[in-house]
């Protein structure tokens, strides 16, 4: 047993413990995304029918003229994530909360133990170090760490700037592995654009590596063509998707639109008064200043690493869903400064630290992919237990938390036909419980709504006015309102509408 242990890889050990890490608070809220409920159901119509919907058919339309939209008339909707949501369904038919539990944290395991920290393994005695920042990485990402096709993109990123590092070497590649390279990345996107918006950071990484290639010299401007190449090969198998490039439209709504990123919670501006602000300062600043204060450091750090990192942690500053994406894209540079012997020179001063080093080094000699094969078995170990003896290791109440809350308040036997006044947080609950028999108003799809409704919700929510106009505009029945809130309060002193459920801070009104 002893022996079996002392031949793990070094990344199995902490793949293992950050793996474990997931089962101590992190499981209890991956559930909780407000638009988990139309994603599921978005898939099950998808499965079920075999037609994509490309007009809302979740929301309640408008009864009358009004300012947000026209009476009655189906909203566009470009379904951009519907290839994810029909994965999300399927797995969910399939096994099970389990299930989905277990592929969401062993996807995330892989992309950071197996692909990334493979990517960066270099010969040298500095191994122990990129693991560790591998480590700080994983953390960062829990940010996002939600059960949503996003997470599909968290592994494709990782593929990406796993293959563009090798694209941002100096070393010539003929145009046989340059056909591969498109290939292999020109598939990826083809699954990325039907999975998920992010795939665009995929061209952002392309990009990065023929600009480094380019500032590089002469010598490495030849490569950059052939990067050039492969980037409009993935620009094109983009298209491959049902809207083509109309889908960029979409994409462009919501983040060329600062009135919808300013209402939308994931498109804030980073914190860093919270841990993952705090935690991205860590990962970016450490190498930063290994390389100012190293010139062994400074030699092994090149264009493209330092660029990737700041191009997003940028991003991440000015919007916290990019965060995953730094900490993936920060490793390389990460790598760059403590992988191989760069770091050894600056740490000679201890024969402890060297040897250290050293026999961590020798541990990985002969391995091939021992962050992959690693990751890969933790997975589906972890997978297996979870769908074995889910109650062991699971929280006792798994799936989005807004749905159980909705079970609690409406009535077992609630008439059909209703039309429920609530905040976007509710509108994915309401859908995948109740839909169609019963419809939302709002959920977080700022892009099909628009800005205008959004605001108006959160001014019902103070302003009694502007809530009978929206209850007369939509034919509310009923409303889910914070219960000390103005508009609570409201309701409970009026005669119009009778409280028939509440659950925590929250109460159920229903018109008579």
């Known amino acids: 047993m002893v022996s079996a242990l002392r031949r793990l890889p070094i990344v199995f ?18 559930a909780d995304d407000p638009g988990l409920g139309w994603h599921l159901a978005n898939g099950s119509v998808i499965a079920k029918t075999g037609v994509l919907p490309r007009i ?17 008339v189906p909203r566009p909707w470009i379904n951009e994530q519907w290839f994810g949501d029909l994965v999300l369904y399927e797995l969910l038919s399939l096994g099970g909360w ?16 197996g692909i990334a920290a493979d990517s960066l393994r270099r010969p040298g005695e500095g191994w122990l170090l990129v693991v560790m920042g591998i480590v700080l990485a994983f953390k960062l990402g829990q940010v996002h760490l939600i059960i949503r096709p996003v997470l599909f993109s968290i592994v494709f990123f990782s593929l990406f700037v796993a293959r563009c590092l090798k694209l941002a070497a100096h070393t010539e590649r003929s145009w046989s592995e340059v056909r591969l390279d498109a290939l292999v990345l020109g598939g990826v996107t083809v699954v990325w654009a039907n999975t998920h918006p992010a795939f665009v950071y995929g061209f952002v990484v392309l990009g990065v590596v023929i600009a480094s290639l380019v500032i590089a010299g002469a010598n490495a401007r030849a490569k950059s063509v052939k990067v050039a190449v492969i980037l409009i090969v993935c620009l094109i198998a983009s298209s491959f998707n049902p809207f083509g490039f109309h889908l960029y439209e979409s994409m462009w709504s919501l983040g060329g639109s600062s009135s919808l990123r300013a209402i939308t919670t994931e498109w804030l501006p980073l914190d860093f008064k919270r841990s993952e602000g705090r935690l991205l300062i860590l990962l970016a600043l450490i190498p930063c200043v290994g390389y100012l204060f190293s010139s062994s450091i400074r030699r092994g750090v090149g264009i493209f690493e330092m660029t990737l990192a700041l191009v997003f942690v940028l991003q991440a500053v000015w919007a916290v869903r990019v965060v995953p994406f730094a900490s993936l894209a920060c490793l390389p540079l990460w790598g760059a400064c403590f992988g191989g012997k760069r770091i050894l020179p600056e740490l000679s001063w201890t024969a402890l630290t060297r040897r250290a080093l050293q026999r961590v080094d020798e541990r990985e000699l002969g391995m091939r992919w021992p962050g992959l094969k690693s990751s890969l078995v933790i997975a589906v170990v972890g997978l297996i237990v979870m769908l074995l003896v889910p109650s062991r290791v699971l929280p006792p109440n798994l799936g989005p938390i807004h749905e159980r809350r909705l079970q609690e308040m409406f009535p077992a036997q609630a008439p059909s036909g209703r039309v429920i006044l609530a905040s976007p947080d509710w509108g994915g609950a309401i859908t995948r419980l109740m839909w169609p028999e019963r419809r939302a108003v709002f959920d977080d799809r700022t892009v099909v709504l628009g800005a205008d409704l959004y605001r108006a919700y959160l001014q019902s929510v103070r302003d ?11 034919g509310v029945t009923d409303v889910l309102v914070p219960t000390g809130s103005p508009l609570g309060r409201y309701l409970q002193d009026g005669n119009a509408w009778r409280r028939i459920g509440r659950s925590g801070d929250t109460s159920l009104f229903s018109a008579p």
């Not at 277990?102 to 992309?111: C, M, N, T």
């Open 464 to 474: 009694p006015q502007v809530f009978e106009h929206l209850v007369r505009v939509f």
């Open 98 to 113: 389990p299930l989905i539990y277990g592929l969401v944290a062993g996807l995330y395991l892989v992309a950071y133990f």
């Open 56 to 72: 809302d058919p979740f929301l309640a339309l408008p009864l009358v003229a009004n300012s947000y939209s026209p009476p009655g």
């Open 13 to 30: 050990m902490f793949a293992l413990v950050a793996y474990l890490s997931l089962f101590h608070g992190t499981f209890e809220h991956i």
